[in-house]
C-alpha cells in the first residue's frame, strides 16, 4: 500500500487522512519550524498520521489530528480538566481521562519555587469503614480528592505519567487552578475541539445570548458548566451534548428549543 506524498504542507489540511499517510515532508521547509499535536509522528524527515482523522492547522506552526474518542491521548500544551484522585509528598495524581494518570507537582502553581515551596497540611479524619485524606495549600488553593482542576499539559512523553501545571507558560496562574461549584460531564474529544474553535461554535454563540454562564471546555472531553440557577446549567449541558452530530443551524434551532421548555 503506498503512502500519499504531500507537495506542499497546504495539501492535506482539512483533508480526511488514516494511519500510514505521509501529511507533511520536512525535507521540502527547512526554513520552517512546525508543531506536532495528537495524531502526528515524525519518521525522519516524513510526518505521517498515526490514527484516522482529519489534519488541521492553526498558526503560525501547528499541526494535529482532530477525531471524535473517548479515551484521551495527552500532549504538550493541551489544557484539561483534571480530577485529583490521590495525593504524595511532592504532587497530587490526577484523573485526566487518559491511558495514565497525570501527576501535578507541589510547585507547579504561581508563586511555587524550591526556595518558596507551598505549605501544605495534611487533615486526616479516620472512622470504621474508611480513612479520610484531604489536603490544604495554605493561601493559595483547597485542594482534596475529588477536586476538578482546570490545567495544562507540561511534558508527555511515552511511557511516562503526563506531567501538569496549574500555570500558563509565563508561570501565573492566568485561569487554571481549581474549579467551585457548577457541573462536569464528559463528552468526545472531538466536540470539545469544536466548542473551542474559532469563530465561535454555534451552540455556545446561541447560548450566550440568551442565557449567562461560566463554562471551562478541556481537550480530554471534560466539561464544567456553573450558572445562578440549576435550570440553566442543565440546559447548557443538555444543548451541548445534543450539538456533536448537528450542524450548525441544527444547533440554533435546538437550541432555541431547548430554551422555550423552560420558558
Known amino acids: 500500500m503506498e503512502n500519499k506524498q504531500s507537495s506542499s504542507p497546504a495539501s492535506f489540511v482539512d483533508s480526511t487522512v488514516v494511519p500510514g499517510d505521509v501529511v507533511l515532508d520536512l525535507s521540502s521547509m527547512t526554513s520552517q519550524t512546525i ?12 510526518i505521517s498520521a498515526m490514527k484516522a482523522g482529519t489534519l488541521r492547522f492553526s498558526k503560525p506552526n501547528k499541526y494535529w489530528i482532530e ?31 487518559g491511558p495514565a494518570m497525570g501527576f501535578l507537582p507541589v510547585l507547579a502553581f504561581e508563586g511555587g519555587t524550591r526556595r518558596n515551596i507551598p505549605k501544605f497540611e ?29 490545567l495544562r499539559v507540561v511534558k508527555a512523553n511515552f511511557g511516562m505519567n503526563p506531567e501538569l501545571s496549574c500555570t500558563d507558560a509565563s508561570g501565573k496562574a492566568a485561569e487554571f487552578g481549581p474549579l467551585k461549584d457548577g457541573y462536569m460531564f464528559e463528552t468526545s474529544t472531538g466536540l470539545s475541539r469544536k466548542l473551542l474553535s474559532s469563530p465561535t461554535c454555534p451552540v455556545l454563540e446561541a ?42 443551524a441544527q444547533q440554533i434551532i435546538m437550541v432555541d428549543h431547548l430554551l422555550k421548555n423552560i420558558q
Not at 504538550?76 to 481521562?97: C, P, Q, R, W, Y
Open 67 to 97: 477525531s471524535s474518542q473517548k479515551r484521551y491521548v495527552p500532549c504538550v500544551e493541551d489544557t484539561i480538566l483534571g480530577i485529583v484522585v490521590d495525593s504524595k509528598a511532592d504532587n497530587f495524581l490526577i484523573d485526566i481521562k
Open 122 to 150: 495534611i487533615l486526616v479524619e479516620s472512622s470504621h469503614s474508611s480513612i479520610l485524606f484531604s489536603m490544604r495549600l495554605i493561601g493559595l488553593y483547597q485542594l482534596e480528592v475529588g477536586t476538578l482542576l482546570y
Open 207 to 248: 447560548l450566550g445570548k440568551k442565557l449567562s454562564f461560566e463554562i471551562a471546555v478541556g481537550l480530554n472531553g471534560r466539561v464544567w458548566v456553573n450558572a445562578a440557577s440549576p435550570d440553566t446549567i442543565v440546559v447548557v449541558a443538555n444543548a451541548i451534548m445534543n450539538s456533536e452530530s448537528l450542524s450548525g
Open 35 to 46: 508543531k506536532l499535536g495528537g495524531g502526528l509522528r515524525q519518521d525522519c524527515d516524513a
